[in-house]
């Protein structure tokens, strides 16, 4: 495969993954996909990727033949060093520094950074993530600097010429619901309510308009007003 024409994606199986691979199913030739176990609570989102790629694969015949290898990589060893409400059994809420105690020091810098060691073996150019500095929780590793300063390091510690794609980088979840609609239309757009999982708590019982969860953790939160948005927005 061409290296400059094929592209892994940070794929979580949440909203903002689902719609970053789908910008790259639509501008790559090949794509692969990395997801990361660091024992989250939320670690139905590792199933539900899975669901996910298949449904793409099953509604977009053409995105099918550019859909290639999934990697899952074991990192334990953030969720045993990260004091978090993701990764312990503890409530979500406002730290006293600004941040949400679901702030996982350090994560997306490591997701990359491993994102970058398995593209550099797969001879892949292009990284792509879901960070995002519009709506966000104030996570400093999801702000667009950050990103920049990363692919400088990634690219001169690994001698590559890498591009860290940030395509939600400055959309709000209205928007990005918006794009998703643009990428796959309708078709994507259901795929998303109904498999990619986004609630911190893991609930799938519920089923709203804006797809499965609690309805009221951060990640629900922001998933469900960015949809109501969208739709009143679009009607
Ligand atoms: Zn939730």
Redesign the pocket.
């Known amino acids: 495969m061409e290296e400059s024409r094929s592209a892994l994606v940070l794929f979580s199986g949440g909203q903002d993954s689902t719609t970053c691979l789908a910008w790259a199913l639509e501008r790559f030739q090949h794509i692969e996909t990395v997801a990361f176990d660091y024992r989250q609570r939320h670690r139905i989102e590792l199933d539900q990727r899975l669901v996910v790629r298949e449904e793409l694969r099953r509604r977009f015949p053409h995105w099918a033949s550019r859909l290639g290898e999934d990697h899952l990589v074991d990192l334990a060893v953030l969720g045993q060093i990260s004091e978090t409400s993701l990764t312990r059994d503890v409530a979500f809420a406002m730290e006293q520094n600004g941040l949400p105690n679901t702030f996982v020091p350090g994560r997306n810098l490591l997701f990359f950074t491993f994102a970058a060691a398995i593209a550099w073996r797969r001879s892949i150019r292009h990284l792509v993530g879901g960070m995002c500095e519009t709506d966000y929780s104030g996570y400093p590793d999801c702000r667009d600097n950050t990103v920049k300063a990363l692919q400088v390091a990634l690219n001169l510690g690994m001698d590559k010429s890498f591009v860290l794609h940030t395509p939600l980088m400055w959309l709000d979840k209205a928007e990005t619901w918006a794009m998703a609609h643009q990428l796959g239309g309708q078709a994507l757009v259901e795929t998303i309510r109904e498999h990619t999982h986004t609630?911190?708590?893991s609930?799938r019982e519920t089923r709203h308009a804006w797809g499965y969860?609690?309805?009221?953790?951060p990640?629900?939160s922001l998933r469900k007003r960015g949809y109501e948005a969208w739709t009143k927005g679009a009607a």
């Open positions: 609630c911190y708590r609930e969860g609690c309805g009221e953790c990640a629900c």
